[in-house]
């Protein structure tokens, strides 16, 4: 029996076995006209087992790349695009650099505090107050979500103060606007109305099993 785990391992999985053998073929025809010839016919027949990568922009360059790539980049063929390297798919992206600094107050997460250090540098004074007073509210949103069921803006406004190193300070008289809901943590919504609905079945459970008697 021929298994496919004794098999050489396919390059490409999603153009499958035959358009391997396929390009291996041409890759061992000695006239590279013959070669040039021959692959053509098989990049046809790799966009017409795969007919969604026609949805992608120069689908055909794809191809021919791909062409490369199951060849392991062996075939000598002339290309209508430019010819990849080996490298090309090899090189790894440089890496982002994390900021791995201890946040200050992590139920506020890291983008408010880089949003609070932004802030700051602003020249603008008007500018800035406005700022603060948008991400005043939307601090007292995230606190609500993962702490309490009530916050004092005092408290918003101290942490801001405490956050920003004294930078920022939310001037006297300015106040947040009520809150029209409470926010809740994701996924407590869909809870509460699980909870509710159980109640619901139970009580209906138990009006039947009184009528029964």
């Not at 999985?13 to 390009?23: A, D, N, S, T």
């Not at 982002?96 to 201890?102: A, Q, R, S």
């Not at 802030?119 to 500018?127: F, G, M, R, T, V």
């Amino acid at each position: 029996m021929d298994y496919n785990t004794q098999r050489e391992q396919i390059k490409m999985p999603e153009f499958g076995r035959h358009v391997q053998k396929m390009i291996d073929y041409v890759v061992n025809i000695p006239d590279k006209e013959k070669r040039n010839q021959q692959i053509k016919a098989v990049v046809d027949v790799m966009g017409v087992l795969n007919p969604q990568l026609r949805d992608l922009d120069d689908y055909k360059h794809k191809l021919w790349d791909n062409v490369q790539i199951i060849s392991d980049f062996e075939i000598d063929i002339d290309s209508p695009y430019p010819t990849p390297t080996k490298e090309t798919f090899e090189t790894h992206p440089n890496p982002i650099p994390l900021d791995k600094t201890p946040l200050k107050a992590a139920h506020y997460g890291r983008n408010i505090q880089n949003m609070i250090d932004m802030i700051a540098e602003k020249e603008d004074k008007e500018l800035r107050t406005n700022m603060v007073m948008v991400l005043a509210h939307y601090m007292r949103h995230q606190y609500l979500i993962w702490n309490k069921d009530s916050v004092q803006e005092e408290t918003i406004f101290s942490d801001i103060h405490k956050l920003s190193k004294g930078r920022l300070t939310v001037p006297e008289g300015m106040h947040l606007s009520p809150l029209t809901h409470t926010p809740t943590q994701p996924g407590a919504h869909q809870s509460h109305r699980n909870e509710h609905s159980q109640r619901q079945n139970y009580r209906g459970n138990k009006r039947k099993s009184g009528k029964r008697k």
